[in-house]
C-alpha cells in the first residue's frame, strides 16, 4: 500500500496562484517571490507528486488536464483555509467599518449614505474601497470589507437586500434642442446587464400597448420599426462607468442612457434632461445591499445596515 503524499502547503499555495494566473511572473508578484523561486517550487511539486502540471512553451504555460483538476480542488481548499483563517484570527478595529461598492454608486448615492450615518456614529472610521465594476466572488475575497454593495439581477440577489430598482431612459445635454441631438452617437456603459439594445425594445412595447406616438432621432433605427435595434455607429462611446457616461452627455458629446438613483443630480442641477415624456422603463436588476461573512457579527456593520433600512426612501 503506498502511503498518501505530504504535500507543504506553501508549494500548494504557490500551485494555486500560478495556475489561477496562467503566469509564473505574476504568481511570483502576488506571492512577494521571484519568477525563478516560483517555477523551481511547481517543479519541486510536480516531482513529488510524480505528474505535469503544466505544459511550458515560449508563450507561457498552460495547465494540463491533470493539472487541471488539480487546480479546481487545491483552489476550494485554500480558499476555505484562508477563510476560517481570517474569521479566528483576524482581529477587527470594533470601532471601524469597511464597505466595498461600484465606484459610480458610491459617488452618486452612497456617499449621501456614508455622511448621515457618520453624523450618527461619529467615533466610527470608515473606509470606503472601490471597483469601476465587482472582479468574480473569489478575487474579491482579500477586500476583507464588512458590507458589500453590487449591482444584481434579481435572480442573483439571494441573501441581499435591493436598494434601488432603476427606471430607464435616455438623457442628453439640458442645453441642447431636439434637433441638435440628431447626430449624437450613443454612449454605451461597459458591465450592464441591460442597455441601449433592451432598453429600446422595452420602450417599443411599451408604445404599442400604450398606443403612443413618440419623435424618433437619428438614432433610432429609421428603416425598422421602434424597437428593433439601434443604429450601432463606429462613433459611439464605450466607458467603464456612469459617471463619465453623464459628463460626456452633460457636455454634449452624446446620448447616455439615465439610471434613475444615478442620474438624478445631474438632471436636478440643470446639466442634463430627459429626452422623451414617459420614457422610464424599469430594469431588472439594481444596486443591492449585503453583509460579507466577516461583517455579518461586526457591530458598525449591523448599525450601518439598519441606518440603510431605516433611511430607505429619504436618501439618494
Known amino acids: 500500500m503506498t502511503m498518501a503524499k505530504k504535500i507543504s502547503l506553501g508549494l500548494l499555495r504557490t500551485f494555486e496562484t500560478s495556475a489561477r494566473l496562467l503566469s509564473f511572473t505574476q504568481a511570483a508578484v502576488e506571492l512577494n517571490l521571484t519568477q525563478?523561486?516560483?517555477?523551481?517550487?511547481?517543479?519541486?511539486?510536480?516531482?513529488?507528486?510524480?505528474?505535469?502540471?503544466?505544459?511550458?512553451?515560449?508563450?507561457?504555460?498552460?495547465?494540463t488536464e491533470k493539472g487541471h483538476r488539480y487546480w479546481l480542488d487545491t483552489r476550494d481548499k485554500i480558499t476555505q483555509l484562508d477563510k476560517v483563517t481570517t474569521q479566528l484570527f483576524t482581529t477587527k478595529n470594533p470601532r471601524s467599518l469597511k464597505i466595498h461598492c461600484n465606484i459610480s454608486y458610491s459617488f452618486f448615492v452612497l456617499t449621501s449614505y456614508v455622511s448621515g450615518f457618520k453624523q450618527s456614529y461619529p467615533d466610527i472610521a470608515i473606509e470606503l474601497i472601490h471597483d469601476v465594476w465587482h472582479k468574480e466572488q473569489e478575487q474579491?475575497?482579500?477586500?476583507?470589507?464588512?458590507i458589500e454593495i453590487s449591482y444584481l439581477t434579481i435572480a442573483e440577489s439571494k441573501g441581499a437586500k435591493l436598494l434601488h430598482r432603476d427606471m430607464l431612459f435616455p438623457v442628453v445635454s439640458a442645453e441642447l434642442t431636439d434637433a441638435e441631438i440628431e447626430d449624437l452617437p450613443l454612449i454605451h456603459v461597459l458591465g450592464y446587464y441591460q442597455e441601449w439594445s433592451w432598453w429600446q425594445q422595452e420602450f417599443a412595447d411599451k408604445c404599442t400597448a400604450e398606443n403612443l406616438t413618440v419623435?424618433?432621432?437619428?438614432?433610432?433605427?429609421?428603416?425598422?420599426?421602434?424597437?428593433?435595434g439601434l443604429k450601432e455607429a463606429k462613433s459611439n462611446f464605450r466607458v467603464d462607468s456612469s459617471l463619465l457616461a453623464y459628463e460626456l452627455a452633460a457636455q454634449g458629446a452624446g446620448v447616455a442612457l439615465g439610471r434613475s438613483c444615478l442620474v438624478q443630480g445631474f438632471i436636478d442641477s440643470g446639466r442634463l434632461r430627459p429626452i422623451f415624456a414617459d420614457s422610464n422603463i424599469e430594469a431588472p436588476e439594481g444596486f443591492h445591499i449585503q453583509f460579507t461573512e466577516p461583517g455579518i457579527a461586526h457591530k458598525p456593520a449591523q448599525w450601518f445596515m439598519e441606518f440603510v433600512n431605516n433611511s430607505a426612501g429619504t436618501i439618494g
Not at 474579491?140 to 464588512?146: F, H, L, V
Not at 419623435?215 to 428593433?228: D, E, F
Open 215 to 228: 419623435w424618433r432621432p437619428k438614432w433610432m433605427s429609421q428603416k425598422q420599426s421602434l424597437g428593433s
Open 36 to 63: 525563478a523561486a516560483v517555477s523551481k517550487q511547481v517543479k519541486a511539486l510536480e516531482d513529488q507528486l510524480g505528474a505535469l502540471l503544466f505544459r511550458r512553451s515560449a508563450h507561457g504555460i498552460e495547465l
Open 140 to 146: 474579491r475575497k482579500n477586500t476583507n470589507a464588512d
